[in-house]
């Protein structure tokens, strides 16, 4: 099932998309009031069944779409996790031993369709496709052979980034990743039960049409498996989640001259399987 938050009227809720129209589960389940408390083998049952007698509510045009999950616990990103984005900078390292981790705020993305916003402060706005993780069941020390049964659904990021603000301190990229509305997350949650596998999902991002990258989870190094124990050793994961598990090459910023986005120029970001994400851009008017 496709699972959205949207909101209607100043309502927000959560429910499902079909084919015919929306579901509002959040009325019809109110045991579960956010979507992630959904994600569970106890009360995915209970959506279907509300979904299988095919009873719609509002028609997709008349809903705004949230970000699938509004407010996570933790946005948890994976840098340089596909085995040729470490050799696309030139630095002559080895494969990283251990995936590098960083954290996103919730704001710092739009949902599908919303306007990503270039900032005033810096020119260098790039895109970053990305399959996230939704964790269904939570958990800490997951084991690898154990990592299916913790995710509750695939969705899409992008993962916008102002290169010029990675490197203001020398360790971190806090900075370049957070600011606000520079990213994207949605359309919706493809629940685990839909996906045939984790191992080769191909992973698109195109910009005003043009592919820019093309790639698949069979060339990342640090599998999803690997993910969800490696972060389940120092934190609890909790239902709802996100984990953004690493881009393909091609982002602008590997081209010559690299290639930033600029306001007008459209992004989708594809995943096999989920959907498609697409934002445009536009210049974020200093307050």
Known sequence: MKLISFEVD???????VTDEGIIDLGIRMRKYPLLQDILTKEALPKAQKIIDRGVTDFEKEDIE????????????????????RNEEYKDGSDAPKFPSVFMRTPNSLVP???PIMRPPESEQL???GEIVIVIGKGGRRIGKENF???????????????????????????????????GSFGPWIVTADEIAGYDDITVKTRVNDETR????????IFDFSYIISYLSTFMELKPGDVI?????????????PPKWLVPGDEVEVEIYGVGTLRNTIEDELPA
């Open 10 to 16: 100043g309502v927000q809720t959560y429910g499902a």
């Open 112 to 114: 599908h369709g919303e």
């Open 126 to 128: 790039d895109y970053e």
């Open 244 to 256: 953004a598990t690493g881009t393909p090459t091609g982002a602008g910023a590997r081209f010559d």
């Open 65 to 84: 779409l949230l970000r699938p999950i509004p407010y996570p616990e933790k946005i948890v990103c994976i840098g340089v996790n596909y085995g040729n």
């Open 148 to 182: 299916a049964d913790h995710i509750g659904g695939l969705s899409i990021m992008n993962e916008g980034t102002l290169r010029d603000w990675l490197r203001h301190a020398k360790f971190n990229v806090t900075q370049g990743k957070n600011f606000a509305a520079s």
């Open 213 to 220: 990258q093309d790639d698949t989870t069979a060339n990342i």
